[in-house]
């Protein structure tokens, strides 16, 4: 596409760029077309814009967008905030496991959505204590998450009852757990597996 095809992201009378039109200016790979992307974030772009500019810089591999996206952690939209999290994680090698941490404080459940895949690809022992708390809490997309950064410190913990986890939650987080087979001492997953079976047995007796 040339220039004259590529929106101007300028005038806030212009109308709200595409996801092809942002896409455009990523592509374009200018400094001007940079600048009418930052020019447009600064000036606060509606939702749509912030969120798609964001997905498309982790595309493109852009860390020098995070400055201008940065206000937007604090989005009312929790679905802009997923993207900014997200956009974080991914770009900003040296503050990752900072920008993880603060996508798993977000109080809104879509705003965390991202942080429990990123978690996984990007699992480190600091978030324990946090998934553990929103899994307690009833956030069954922590669960996985926190299966990913267990260790056996954490079935010791389980098994004395130092991490409490309710009762419906139970056979998914077992579950997860027996899934690494690196995870535990042989005694320990002998342990997982009954408490597994346990976790099945309410649902069995509750059965017609």
Do not use: N
């Not at 595409?18 to 509606?46: K, M, N, Y």
């Not at 990007?122 to 669960?143: F, K, M, N």
């Not at 690196?182 to 069995?204: C, F, I, M």
């Amino acid at each position: 596409m040339t220039t004259l095809g590529l929106l101007t992201l300028t005038a806030s009378a212009s109308p709200v760029p595409t996801a092809e039109a942002i896409a455009d200016h990523f592509t374009a790979r200018s400094a001007e077309h940079d600048d009418q992307l930052r020019s447009w974030l600064d000036r606060g772009a509606p939702p749509a814009v912030v969120a798609t500019t964001a997905r498309l810089s982790v595309v493109y591999g852009r860390a020098d967008f995070l400055p201008a996206l940065r206000p937007y952690l604090a989005h009312r939209s929790p679905a802009v905030r997923a993207a900014i999290h997200a956009a974080f994680v991914e770009l900003d090698g040296p503050g990752r496991q900072t920008a993880l941490a603060r996508c798993l404080a977000d109080r809104h459940p879509i705003a965390r959505k991202p942080c429990y895949m990123l978690v996984r690809k990007h699992p480190h022992a600091r978030h324990e204590p946090r998934l553990a708390e929103l899994t307690a809490s009833g956030d069954v997309s922590a669960i996985s998450a926190w299966a990913a950064v267990a260790s056996a410190t954490t079935l010791h913990e389980l098994r004395s009852g130092a991490w409490v986890v309710p009762a419906p939650t139970r056979f998914l987080l077992y579950w997860s757990l027996l899934a690494r087979p690196d995870l535990g001492t042989a005694e320990q997953r002998a342990w997982l597996e009954s408490a597994l079976r346990s976790s099945l047995a309410p649902a069995k007796d509750a059965a017609p």
